[in-house]
């Protein structure tokens, strides 16, 4: 590779890569990554488009044609995926800083995104190891040898979002690796940064060149074409339900595989046994804080929707309300600070949106419901936004059925069980959902009911790598993490061998 030993900050604006090559877009184009703290451009990325995208494109099909990867033993993809994983720890303070920077999310945040972007490379690393090579088949006769084996789907497209850029990249390209595939990602055009990082550790791992691929551009251009490609055999989608339906579209005139993880607007139900105790009810009240604002709400899982028990609700909306008004927000580099800006102008006005139309139909504004007033943490300039609740809200407000992705929670209230289930039920999208109760029964009886690809009983956002992840409705189609994340990147194919082949005169002449 010609400039492989140019370090990042030397590399500057290439951040195209193609064929184990860094390149600048081929129209010369550019964009400043700005810091959502400041809107300050703290780095400047390579504009790419169409004919970068072909590129990679090309670069990706020879790796996967001609090239050794696909066709590497297991032992060895595994051992690699594992050295990329070692990687990850070994870059955890530069990368969840930068993932910080990128996406404004506090340090902290950025420091455990890269232990479980390492804790995924391991996953699958096991997964592909732990394997048998195929499943022999029964054909009901000793002269036929039948086995069913798995195939790498060939050149994997992924397109991922801006809110856990690094973590959405590696539930692709560490199932697609492990599996022998080669890939272009085109991360998120406003946080580009730890993806482009990754293609480095994945290089000094020991990746052939051309194998991992990305460009770095914007959706309408780099991401558009990468779905309607006719050499790319899989598009892998994280993002939202527009862009999501668009990518479909254009992947089925090639019939593509096509896996969706799109957004949701997930449910968090709480029945008044669960705050019986004062331990039960500050763990509610707290895990309800945690659901709704981690990461400013900007979470595909987050638990934007309390649906709590009548006889519960004015003393757990108090309380909420008390403790997210104190929530500390700021840069989130900084010291003490609980929760960063949102990730970019256009965010924030899509929430103050929200917000608006939440108060016009008539919610109740408990706590929030503005910017706060700049400090030395804070920035004018940043996109910061206050945590938000909003009571007596309905199932007819755009606010409780629309994903907001901001700090925005509405408050819904049920007397009865199946009230509850019905409104927790109540929406186009099935991500995720959460149940409090300290009825055990009622516990498996209500998650059985719920229609969310993950359901939590007493807890609310953790996952895990070795369970699937994904939605039922419009949360999108396919799975990743997993046996079934590994599986999407798979052809399976059945060898039938016959031991001892005869004329079948099926045909008397
Ligand atoms: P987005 O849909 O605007 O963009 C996602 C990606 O798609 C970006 O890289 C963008 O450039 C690209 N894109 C945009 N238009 C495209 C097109 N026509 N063709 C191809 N690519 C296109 O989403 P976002 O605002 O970056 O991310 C937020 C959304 O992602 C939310 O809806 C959230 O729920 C969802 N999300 C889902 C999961 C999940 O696991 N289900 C995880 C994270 C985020």
């Known amino acids: 590779m010609a400039n492989s030993t140019e370090t990042p900050a030397e590399r500057a604006h290439r951040t195209i890569h193609a064929g184990g090559e860094w390149l600048a877009a081929s129209s010369g184009a550019t964009r400043e990554i700005l810091d959502p703290a400041d809107a300050r451009p703290f780095a400047v990325i390579a ?3 169409e004919k970068d995208t072909d590129l990679a494109v090309a670069a ?31 870059d955890r303070e530069p990368l969840g800083l930068l993932e910080s920077r990128d996406a404004g999310k506090t340090v902290e945040e950025g420091r455990v995104d890269i232990d479980c972007v390492a804790d995924a490379f391991r996953y699958f690393a096991d997964l592909v190891a732990g394997e048998a090579p195929g499943r022999v088949v029964d054909a ?6 039948s086995v069913v084996v798995h195939e790498p789907v060939g050149v994997c ?21 492990a599996a022998g595939n080669t890939f ?39 991401g558009a074409r990468l779905a309607e490609h006719p050499d790319v055999d899989l598009v892998s989608f994280t993002g939202g339900l527009i862009s999501g339906t668009k990518v479909a579209q254009a992947a089925a005139v090639t019939v593509k595989k096509v896996a969706l993880e799109l957004g949701g607007k997930n449910p968090n139900v709480v029945f008044a046994d669960a705050c019986e105790t004062e331990e039960g009810f500050d763990t509610a009240v707290d895990q309800a804080l945690n659901a709704a604002f981690i990461h400013s709400g900007q979470v595909c899982s987050a638990g934007g929707r309390l649906i709590v028990e009548e006889s519960v609700r004015e003393r757990f909306v108090a309380e909420l309300a008390r403790r997210a008004a104190k929530i500390r927000l700021g840069r989130g580099t900084e010291d003490g600070v609980e929760c960063g800006p949102l990730v970019s102008a256009q965010q924030r006005a899509k929430t103050e949106d929200y917000v608006a139309s939440a108060l016009a139909e008539g919610a109740e504004l408990r706590c929030g419901g503005k910017r706060p007033e700049p400090s030395p943490q804070r920035p004018e300039t940043g996109y910061f936004y206050e945590p938000t609740v909003l009571d007596n809200c309905h199932r ?37 959902g959460a149940v409090w109760t300290a009825d055990a029964g009622r516990a498996r009886r209500v998650a059985g009911r719920l229609r969310h690809g993950t359901v939590w009983i007493n807890d609310f956002h953790p996952y895990l790598p070795q369970a699937e992840w994904g939605g039922f409705g419009k949360s999108g189609v396919g799975r990743e ?22 004329p079948v005169r099926w045909f008397a002449g």
Not at 186 to 204: G, N
Request: glycine residues 6%.
């Open 47 to 49: 504009e790419g488009d």
């Open 157 to 177: 497209a992924m397109i991922t979002p801006w809110n856990y850029p690094l973590l959405q990249a590696s539930w692709k390209i560490a199932p697609a690796l």
């Open 396 to 432: 007819e407000m755009k606010v409780v059925r629309e994903e907001v992705f901001g700090p925005v929670l509405t408050v819904e209230t049920f007397r009865t069980e199946d009230e509850a289930v019905a409104l927790a039920n109540d929406t186009e999208y099935g991500l995720a």
């Open 140 to 145: 009901g006769s000793p002269d036929i040898h």
């Open 60 to 90: 990706a099909r020879r790796a996967f044609d001609t090239g050794e990867w696909p066709h590497t033993p297991v032992a060895e993809r595994a051992a690699l995926l594992r050295r990329v994983a070692d990687l990850l720890v070994r």
């Open 184 to 222: 272009v990602i085109k991360p998120s055009e406003i946080t580009p940064m730890t993806t482009v990082a990754l293609i480095d550790l994945l290089t000094e791992a020991g990746l052939p060149a051309g194998v991992a691929n990305i460009v770095t551009g914007p959706g309408h251009s780099v």
């Open 481 to 502: 993490l997993g046996p079934a994340g590994l599986a999407e990147y798979r052809e399976s194919k059945h060898v039938y061998q016959n031991l001892a082949p005869k």
